[in-house]
């Protein structure tokens, strides 16, 4: 991969949507016209063809035998899950509501699970009473899973969800190693595994996950290794035979100006790998793997339009219609230290060059209140259609909807 030779980093080029006409295509139809269809901006875009063809791309570089979920937390939109759902092996949900969208779209409770750290009684029990897995994260989850169970007449299908003794190297997010919230920690698994006996929970195996937003794929690899290492030495106090093991999601795509995409070859070998490893040591078990972001981020589009243009002292202000309150992501307020723009386009002006260093802000009363911060764009004006790139994940779903009482934004499936 070539790295950009200028001392400015720049944006990898985002060519998974052609354009025509000098218009950005979504789905082979302009963006203009799936803007008329949609009835009004700003919305979000999603394209199938891009969804189905990163499922496929990956699984070229995955042993056969692999299962692939889908982590929906990244986009929960019941239609997107649903095409998700016929490609992938299975859904991870991270609440009872995530877990409706799930079972709706006509996902196998069998190979549904649920994780996450703040999981309410309820939701246990409707866990239990669907029959999808629950990765136990506290030593509290186990006495309400065996309550519900006993109340329901049915099995408690459980794995454990271990806090790592390690940490993810250069993870954008860090959710494992150390004290944090997620989790059992790893020297803590033993004596829940016993309390998961004793209550007669079906144990079925562990879940591991490190970190989100890794584009290197040596951390990535070293972090799947360690993860297995850990999964066999805690087998040896499972209650029962591991029948799957999850290790986790936190594939990264670039972003940022310098970013480079995660090269998925070297991931998948060192797969192949463990998985013959696993085939001897640990026969009954299933190896998964739950991507969030990498199998939807790059297949959407936020397009907000161009509502007025301000030159203030010289410097051109796009004021869009659409903002933080719809994409608190790209809008450098979602865990971002220092505010880096997302790729952005004037949609409707593809073939135009990059003639003027312009600002993109939403209408917002507060200076967060920015998508594009200087960015080298071609001249918009009003009615133009601002488009933000890597938005399939963590987008709508990740932000402060209600926000100054603006309208939603509208999510379309093309
Ligand atoms: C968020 C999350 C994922 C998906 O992470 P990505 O970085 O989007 O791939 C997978 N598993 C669990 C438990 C998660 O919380």
Known sequence: ???PKSSKPTHTPMTQFPAANGELLIGGQPLSRIAARVGRTPFYAYDRALLTRRVAHLREHLPPTIKLHYAMKANPMPALVGHMAGLVDGIDVASAGELKVALDAGADPAEISFAGPGKQDNELRQAVAAGILVNIESFREVDILAKAAQELGLPARVAVRVNPDFELKSSGMKMGGGPKQFGVDAEQVPKLLARIGDAQLAFEGFH???????LKADSIIEAQRQCFDLALRLAEDAPG???????????????FPGEQPLDIAPVG?????????????????EIVIELGRYLVGEAG??????????????????????GLHQHLSASGNFGQII???YPVAIGTRMEDTPRETASVVGPLCTPLDLLADRMELPPAQPGDLVVIYQSGAYGLTASPEKFLGHPAAVEVLV
Request: hydrophobic share 40%; glycine share 10%.
């Open 1 to 3: 991969m070539d790295t």
């Open 208 to 214: 591991l996950f490190a970190g989100s937003q890794n």
């Open 241 to 255: 035979p591991v029948k799957f093991l999850n290790l986790g999601g936190g594939f990264g795509i670039p972003y």
């Open 269 to 285: 070998d060192n797969l192949k790998a463990i998985v013959e490893e696993a085939a001897v040591k640990l026969p009954h078990t």
């Open 301 to 322: 589009l936020y397009v907000c339009r161009v509502l007025d243009r301000k030159i203030s002292r010289g410097h051109p202000f796009l004021v869009t219609d659409g």
């Open 339 to 341: 505010r880096k723009n």
